[in-house]
């Protein structure tokens, strides 16, 4: 089947700029997660949905960024007046909620965003 | 994040067993996971630990001590397809280590 796809794959834009980026899971994963990645670094945590709701989006860096998932399915996230400091790989991952609590998460294959 | 520490880079040899350690800070601890991540790809699931002890999954192992906060990623009958960053991640939102990239040798 399908696996957790990202658009747009690459995206340039200029500092100042407003961008969105989006996140189709894996049918029937409730669970949704964005992470941004730096070189060198591990993913970092930014928000979690369970169904439509922010489960917790304590990692969100700033006012800047905000995430949507309307409809408990695709997921956007927002960035506004973007910064050069925002550039980095945004990783979407998905996962089934088991009772067991093993919440194994399936990446997407990211959105590298630069910011000139 | 959330205080995980592990290696930043190791180097072993082709059909070598190799372990990578793990870390972190045990307060709301819920679960710990080993992701693989190739250069330019995203991480892919290894291994999940909740309770202490040794899971054995093929040519990979994964060991957790919840009482000390930390785990260990084997690695045995190393391929070079092995080379990536391995990464560690503990449950209670999901805080990500840095990763140790590991380079297989012939």
């Known amino acids: 089947g399908a696996g957790v796809s990202q658009t747009p794959s690459n995206k340039v834009t200029e500092k100042g700029k407003y961008v969105e980026l989006r996140c189709d899971p894996i049918s029937g994963h409730t669970a949704l997660y964005w992470y941004r990645q730096s070189l060198g670094q591990g993913p970092e945590f930014l928000i979690y949905?369970?169904?439509?709701?922010?489960?917790?989006d304590s990692g969100l860096p700033n006012d800047r960024f905000f995430a949507v998932r309307p409809e408990g399915s695709v997921s956007t996230l927002k960035i506004q007046r973007t910064e050069r400091g925002d550039s980095a790989v945004y990783l979407c991952?998905?996962?089934?909620?088991?009772?067991?609590?093993?919440?194994?998460?399936?990446f997407g294959p990211g959105t590298r965003l630069t910011v000139l | 994040g959330q205080n995980i520490d592990q290696p930043t880079e190791m180097t072993a040899t082709e059909g070598a067993i190799v372990q990578i350690n793990c870390t972190y800070q045990t307060s709301g601890f819920n679960g710990l996971f080993w992701y693989q991540q190739h250069a330019g790809e995203a991480p892919t699931f290894l291994s999940y630990n909740v309770l202490d002890g040794l899971e054995e999954k093929g040519r990979f192992s994964s060991f957790l001590s919840r009482s000390k906060g930390y785990s260990y990623l084997l690695l045995k009958e190393l391929q070079m397809k092995d080379s990536a960053s391995y990464l560690c991640a503990r449950l209670a939102a999901f805080y990500f280590g840095s990763g140790t990239k590991l380079n297989v040798k012939p």
């Open positions: 991952a998905s996962s089934p909620i088991t009772g067991e609590g093993k919440n194994e998460q399936f």
């Open positions: 949905f369970q169904g439509t709701g922010a489960a917790d």
